[in-house]
């Protein structure tokens, strides 16, 4: 009886935080980072798995669930909310759950058009020389690659795929905002 009870209060105490956190709405771009989270950075934001092993929780703490494992070092992560040292975080794919954020790393990195994967074997992201859409074609990128983001422009972002740096149309990624600037 006294674990039930006990259950139910931390069950209860973590609904009141949700409340107090509030449901963050779906962004648009001029949402986009607008809100800071407990650790003062602005809500939501980008990050990277930092590990190649990483357990995503239904809560935030090690007494939940694993509700999936990520086996991808540098997989781009949208953090959507702050509890205490754990961050929940949703993928390109729209799963959400709960990760430490001593797994998380500041880095960014981003998909190439992670939702067009089904949409045949002729479909790339073209990595170009300059950030125009005449520049030189550098590499073709199938949907899903992942590449490191070294800066964006709001329209452009200069990116590591491999061994190849160059610009891809932000539009084609998943891992910065639209019209976000960052270097």
């Known amino acids: 009886m006294r ?3 006990l259950i139910s209060c931390l069950a209860g105490a973590l609904a009141l935080v949700g409340t107090s956190l509030g449901a963050l709405p779906e962004h648009t771009p001029a949402q986009a980072q607008t809100a800071k989270g407990a650790s003062g950075l602005p809500l939501p934001r980008f990050v990277s798995l930092k590990s190649r092993r990483v357990n995503i929780r239904v ?10 494992m990520y086996l991808k ?3 781009p992560m949208e953090i959507i909310q702050e509890y205490e040292n754990w961050r929940r975080v949703r993928d390109a794919d729209g799963t959400e759950g709960w ?5 998380l790393s500041g880095e960014r990195t981003a998909l190439a058009a992670p939702w067009m994967r089904d949409k045949g074997q002729q479909v790339f992201v073209n990595m170009r020389r300059e950030p125009q859409s005449a520049s030189q074609v550098l590499a073709k990128l199938e949907p899903g690659v992942i ?5 964006c422009t709001g329209d452009w972002c200069l990116a590591i795929a491999g061994s190849v740096e160059g610009w891809v149309s ?6 910065a905002y639209p019209g ?3 270097k």
């Open 170 to 175: 932000q539009s084609e990624i998943w891992g």
């Open 99 to 103: 990760v430490n954020q001593a797994l």
């Open 147 to 151: 590449m490191r983001l070294k800066e």
């Open 3 to 5: 674990r039930f009870i």
């Open 59 to 68: 809560g935030p703490s090690t007494d939940y669930a694993v509700s999936w």
């Open 180 to 182: 976000e600037a960052f």
């Open 73 to 75: 070092e540098g997989l």
